[in-house]
């Protein structure tokens, strides 16, 4: 299954199940709440969570996504520009430079970056303060390691370094624990979150190796939180 599809599919059952990305959505509001930028450029938009946490009035907002179905669950309104487009395509980013933005924002899609290195670029091309927060290797660290799966994501140093090509930013870590009553509600929940995304690489019988190995009760997030201040 292509992986928009998979986001658009789990597009209703995500909305409910986001708790993890909805308190990275607040911390990168946090970061931006003084400055309160009127106009803002949301890349991988999803259902809203970054609109829906903004507590200022906008002039402006424009959010991508290439799930339809995430799209179609994000609030729509006059001054709310919606686009379906994929940020690995350099297309993508073609027609954004006709706007003015006070601010870019991405949380918790940019992991999915095929070329991240391109993206940061295409995204620095816009000359616009930039605040991420993208999801790093220390996510479900434990799980992958008692499965001996390499690390899916890239890592904080890594992303980092990318970042400092582009952006004049300032880093932060975040990390965080959600518990869960059962293994079995554990998988089911990632399976659903939106941050497993397609990447369903365990066969039936590794995983049910895996859920009977896994030594904790909760899942494991680290997130890189990337944040530019506004020049005067
Ligand atoms: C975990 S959700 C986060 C949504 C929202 N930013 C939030 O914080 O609630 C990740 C989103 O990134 C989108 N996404 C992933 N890869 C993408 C790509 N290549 N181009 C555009 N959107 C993408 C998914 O469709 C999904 O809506």
């Known amino acids: 299954m292509k ?35 009127g106009s803002i450029l949301d ?3 999803g259902s809203g969570g970054i609109l829906r946490s903004v507590h200022w009035p906008l002039k402006k907002f424009v959010g991508i996504d290439f799930a339809e179905g995430m799209i179609d669950l ?9 686009f379906v487009k994929d940020f690995n395509d350099p297309s993508c980013f073609k027609n954004l430079d006709t ?14 970056a095929d070329d991240l290195d391109h ?3 295409y995204i620095a091309a816009l000359n616009t303060p ?6 790093t290797s220390g996510t479900f660290k434990t799980l992958l390691e008692t499965a001996s799966i390499p690390p899916l994501l ?30 079995r509600d554990m998988f089911r929940y990632m399976k659903k979150s939106g941050v497993g995304g397609a990447r369903n690489i365990l066969g039936y019988k590794e995983m049910k190796n ?20 506004r020049i005067q």
């Open 210 to 229: 895996l859920m009977k190995n896994y030594p904790l009760n909760y899942l494991e997030y680290e997130i890189l939180l990337i944040h530019e201040e």
């Open 74 to 82: 994000h609030p729509k309104e006059q001054n709310i520009e919606l």
């Open 154 to 183: 890239r890592s904080a140093q890594e992303v980092t370094e990318l970042s400092k090509k582009y952006f004049k930013a300032e880093y932060e870590i975040l990390t965080y624990t959600l518990e869960f009553p059962s293994v």
């Open 130 to 135: 930039v605040t991420f927060a993208i999801f």
């Open 99 to 112: 706007y003015t933005f006070d601010r870019i924002i991405s949380a918790s899609a940019l992991q999915w």
């Open 43 to 45: 890349i991988g938009c």
């Open 3 to 37: 992986i928009q599809n998979e986001f658009s599919k789990n597009a209703k059952a995500y909305n409910n199940l986001k708790i993890i990305q909805k308190k990275v959505a607040e911390e990168l509001i946090c970061k931006i709440s003084k400055e309160k930028p």
């Open 119 to 121: 993206t940061f670029q």
